[in-house]
């Protein structure tokens, strides 16, 4: 059975931080491409920050430069460090884990976190 995780959500003042916290179990994780997503109830669900295939990363462009996405393949986990938050990152934030193969492909997701930031 295949579990994610996450950890780490919370309320915090504009300008502050919170470190994400993701662990899976169940699947191959190094063999995943780990990601975090968010959504707001008016919006659909929206990447946050990925490792990709081939060891690159994207980040979305309102994040870049405050959010850090790292992974510890020994632990099974996918951090997320959010610096410099704003009250536009408010959100429930989902891990992600997925692995295309060649007719389908392996997508999971966790429960999600809140995230609320105050102005």
């Known amino acids: 059975q295949v579990q994610l995780v996450e950890s780490g959500g919370g309320l915090v003042q504009t300008g502050g931080s919170l470190r994400l916290s993701c662990v899976a179990s169940?699947?191959?994780?190094?063999?995943?491409?780990m990601g975090w997503f968010r959504q707001t109830p008016e919006k659909q669900r929206d990447l946050v920050a990925r490792?990709?295939?081939?060891?690159?990363?994207n980040y979305a462009e309102t994040v870049k430069g405050r959010f850090t996405i790292s992974r510890d393949d020994a632990k099974n986990t996918v951090y997320l460090q959010m610096n410099n938050l704003k009250p536009e990152d408010t959100a429930v934030y989902y891990c992600?884990?997925?692995?295309?193969?060649?007719?389908?492909?392996?997508?999971?997701w966790g429960q999600g976190t809140q995230v609320t930031v105050s102005s």
């Open positions: 169940g699947i191959s994780f190094r063999a995943f491409d």
């Open positions: 992600n884990a997925y692995r295309g193969r060649v007719l389908y492909a392996d997508d999971y």
């Open positions: 490792f990709n295939s081939g060891g690159t990363i």
